[in-house]
């Protein structure tokens, strides 16, 4: 059982039925908002179309290479799709230096296009001549398919020189710089695009793509009519379209005011984007750590855990000094462990602390604020996923998902199925699946479908 002082604690982030419909209308009615032209200015969730309007046949061939920038890590792909036949991927990882993340933006694409140059050498693809699909995950406004401009830095990044600009042309021109490899960029794509294209590859039922990682967005298909900001030449001869939500900056005009705690409000005004992606600061990785360890903090400081230890004190100063200590990956593991041994929960303790031996009634209060927060963040993303699924004609709606988050966590799908039942309109069936390289494979079958359109 846990104790009453640490349910009182974390009162504020368990959402009561009420809050979850509140947040559910409030949600569908930003969603109309984003879509319709007159009020998209006003809108937080911004619901830009993608250009993309065919989903895999899965007859899709051929060679593509794929850029992923938008997590932790950059990544060079080179996908071989083959039908209906398995894909082969290869792939690098790069580092994206913190430097990079908030130096100039020309510096940016002149390591990406370094790093490409350097995988293209590798696979001795110099004169090869691909198609690239880069999946660019930041808000973007589309001209097209391989036009996107910037409209603002989310997950930590925040170089100069590139909000406003087409960061197409942008990679183009860093190519053209260094003048060593003849690479035609055809398509740019957000990763939660690259998931549902990914999923719907293998899933024909698939309608929804959604990331739980460092960051936290989902985007649909959405019949044209209802798209008012895609030109009438982007209209003809085209049903539907892919619509990016960027769902993270929902809450931006108070909506989420009457659920966001204390905790919520900090971790904003510490970060590089205050007053931005509300709704993302409740449920991505780069955030949820950083909530506990806050949570945590308190807890120490009103002595409702680790009672009996006499170095509360300096627990209280390692957690109030080092930020970001807590890491979104610890809360999985947390969550892994089983009573009474709480492995996980205790090398982590150990870790944070240097306690050896923590108690039981302690581990279990450590466990109880993990799994609070991150239950909020999966009730807030069924919320999102519900809307889209609600607005979608079909009866049956596959939702493919990805992300660090919901990848590693042992319990996020099982919290948003929760709530998703509670939700989902009662004459509709749906599913969720877990993508495999959205980013990656789904450039490609972006750039595949797109030359094939063409
Ligand atoms: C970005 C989205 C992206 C999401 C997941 C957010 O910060 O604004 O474009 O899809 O992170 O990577």
């Known amino acids: 059982m846990i104790d009453v002082e640490v349910r009182e604690l974390m009162q504020p982030f368990l959402l009561s039925d009420y809050q979850v419909q509140e947040v559910y209308s409030r949600f569908c009615n930003e969603i109309g908002k984003g879509l319709k032209r007159s009020t998209h200015a006003q809108a937080n969730t911004k619901c830009f179309p993608t250009y993309v309007h065919e989903l895999p046949t899965g007859n899709e061939m051929g060679k593509y290479l794929a850029l992923d920038l938008g997590g932790t890590n950059f990544r060079v792909l080179l996908v071989t799709l083959k039908g209906h036949h398995d894909d082969t991927v290869q792939s690098q990882i790069y580092a994206v230096p913190k430097d990079l993340m908030i130096g100039p933006g020309v510096e940016l694409f002149d390591h990406i296009a370094e790093c490409l140059a350097k995988f293209v050498d590798k696979h001795e693809m110099r004169n090869a001549h691909l198609p690239l699909g880069f999946t660019f995950s930041f808000p973007c406004v589309q001209m097209g398919l391989k036009e996107a401009m910037l409209t603002r830095w989310t997950k930590g990044f925040d170089c100069p020189g590139v909000e406003g600009e087409d960061v197409g042309r942008m990679l183009h021109e860093a190519i053209q710089r260094r003048g060593d490899a003849d690479i035609a960029v055809v398509a740019i794509l957000n990763d939660t695009t690259g998931t549902l294209m990914s999923c719907a590859h293998r899933n024909p039922e698939c309608r929804v793509g959604v990331i739980v990682g460092t960051g936290c967005n989902a985007c649909y298909l959405e019949d044209v009519q209802n ?228």
């Not at 006499?310 to 892994?336: D, F, G, N």
């Not at 109880?368 to 009866?395: H, K, M």
């Not at 199925?417 to 069936?429: F, I, W």
Request: hydrophobic content about 35%; glycine content about 6%; some cysteine.
């Open 227 to 454: 798209v008012e900001l895609l030109e009438h030449q982007f209209r003809r001869g085209h049903q539907q379209v892919i619509v990016n939500i960027e769902w993270g900056a929902f809450g931006e005009s108070g909506q989420l005011d009457f659920v966001r705690t204390e905790y919520d409000k900090e971790v904003d005004r510490k970060s590089i984007n205050c007053s931005e992606q509300l709704f993302e600061k409740m449920t991505s990785g780069m955030y949820l750590g950083e909530l506990v360890r806050l949570v945590l903090l308190r807890a120490i400081e009103r002595n409702i855990i680790f009672k009996l230890s006499p170095k509360r004190k300096e627990y209280v100063e390692t957690l109030q000094h080092k930020v970001h200590i807590y890491e979104t990956k610890h809360i999985s593991e947390v969550e892994s462990d089983s009573f009474p041994e709480f492995l996980n929960t205790r090398r982590i303790i150990k870790q944070l602390f240097g306690l050896e031996k923590a108690t039981v009634e302690d581990c279990q209060k450590f466990k109880y604020i993990c799994e609070c927060v991150s239950r909020r963040a999966a009730t807030l993303v069924a919320i999102g996923i519900s809307g889209l699924i609600n607005r979608i004609n079909d009866r049956k709606v596959v939702v493919g998902i990805d992300g660090s988050v919901y990848r590693y966590h042992p319990k996020f799908d099982a919290y948003i199925r929760e709530t998703m039942h509670k939700l989902v309109k009662s004459d509709k069936q749906f599913d969720i699946m877990l993508s495999e390289d959205g980013s990656g494979r789904g450039a490609a079958l972006v750039a595949a479908v797109a030359s094939k359109t063409k």
